[in-house]
């Protein structure tokens, strides 16, 4: 069976991705996912926090530095244990001399001043791609939807300019009409959507009257409205699509090529199950396509989404009916 896939444009071996997360901090985390199959390695993300943080301290400017949401640094560790921007460029450096599977290189800001710059740094340290993540809560009641839109924009156009290796984005769902909006991200220089990106909400413990910042891996369940949207997307923009939310086994793989992604991002279930569920997770993979008959992933790629099916509104709206018909 083949499992070859085509992710912005490279060449993977696998459309099982290691998606962005604390796994692939060390040089033998990222050594042993290409050796158990990963196709490729999404780095833990660089914030803008630390990159503004590692400015401030070399200017003596850490008091008075602006910050598109300044109260974001009150929620950081302390400054020694930020993660340091140079550093994160050798381990790209590292990781490029070891191992031949694609390696991107994830930012995480919410703005479009300097901090972009790292971008380019990352290119020139040997990542193949970009990852941007643009962890943006719209909290103020005087900033519309428009303002949220072209600052997202802005950021990308930023980036580009930066960079000549592919720009893939990392989307929240939360967009009224998130088509128009991908639509505006591939103008803007996006060559790919990551569907999507999980909000890690707090909660509160009643006792203590503190704010809880555990992390709670993804299930399953959540596939569908990331299922939904790159069944929607797919065939209509020229991007790349991964499924990045409740990957769990190599059914969500399944399901996310059905609908149309390219790849499909998982870190959960390597958490749960260790590195070396990769293995599984690929040997799964190939015996359902052996017992379907596909012996590539382009044969049935897309073959779910709604550009697949024979009335596209029932995609949309008759699946929703019958759904809530189904509990009667």
């Known amino acids: 069976m083949n499992l070859e896939t085509s992710y912005l444009g490279l060449k993977l071996n696998s459309p099982i991705v ?16 290409e050796d158990c199959g990963a196709g490729a390695v999404v780095m833990f993300s660089l ?3 630390h990159i503004r943080s590692e400015e401030a301290k070399h200017h003596g400017l850490h008091a008075g530095h602006r910050f598109a949401v300044s109260e974001a640094m009150d929620f950081l560790p302390e400054q020694k244990s930020l993660r340091n921007p140079y550093e994160y460029l050798e381990k790209i450096r590292k990781a490029k001399s070891r191992v031949g599977i694609p390696i991107f290189g994830s930012l995480n800001g919410i ?6 710059e790292y971008a380019r740094l990352m290119e020139e340290a040997g990542a193949d791609g970009i990852e941007l993540n643009i962890f943006f809560i719209a909290g103020n009641m005087d900033i519309s939807s428009g303002e949220v839109e072209k600052q997202y924009v802005q950021i990308i156009q930023a980036i580009r300019q930066e960079i000549d290796i592919p720009l893939t984005i990392k989307l929240n769902p939360y ?12 103008n803007a220089g996006a060559n790919g959507l990551v569907l999507f990106n999980r909000f890690y ?24 409205l990331p299922l939904l949207w790159t069944g929607l997307l797919y065939g209509k923009t020229k991007m790349s699509l991964a499924g990045n939310t409740g990957v769990q086994s190599a059914v969500e793989v399944i399901k996310y090529i059905l609908a149309g ?17 990769l293995k599984t997770m690929n040997w799964e993979l190939k015996e359902w396509m052996n017992r379907m008959g596909f012996d590539d992933l382009h044969v049935f790629r897309g073959i779910m989404s709604q550009r697949r099916v024979s009335n596209p509104i029932a995609y949309e709206r008759a699946n929703y009916i019958k759904i809530l018909e189904s509990k009667k």
């Open 47 to 49: 914030f803008e926090e």
């Open 261 to 277: 992604a390219d790849v499909a991002m998982t870190a959960s279930a390597l958490y749960k199950n260790g590195i070396e569920y």
């Open 18 to 33: 290691v998606s962005a997360c604390s796994l692939s901090d060390t040089l033998e985390n990222i050594v042993k996912m």
């Open 175 to 186: 967009f009224s009409a998130l088509g128009n909006m991908a639509m505006h991200m591939e």
């Open 111 to 116: 703005s479009s001043e300097g901090w972009v």
């Open 201 to 224: 909400q707090p909660d509160f413990d009643i006792n203590d009257l503190v704010i809880k910042t555990d992390l709670q891996l993804s299930e399953a369940t959540e596939i569908r």
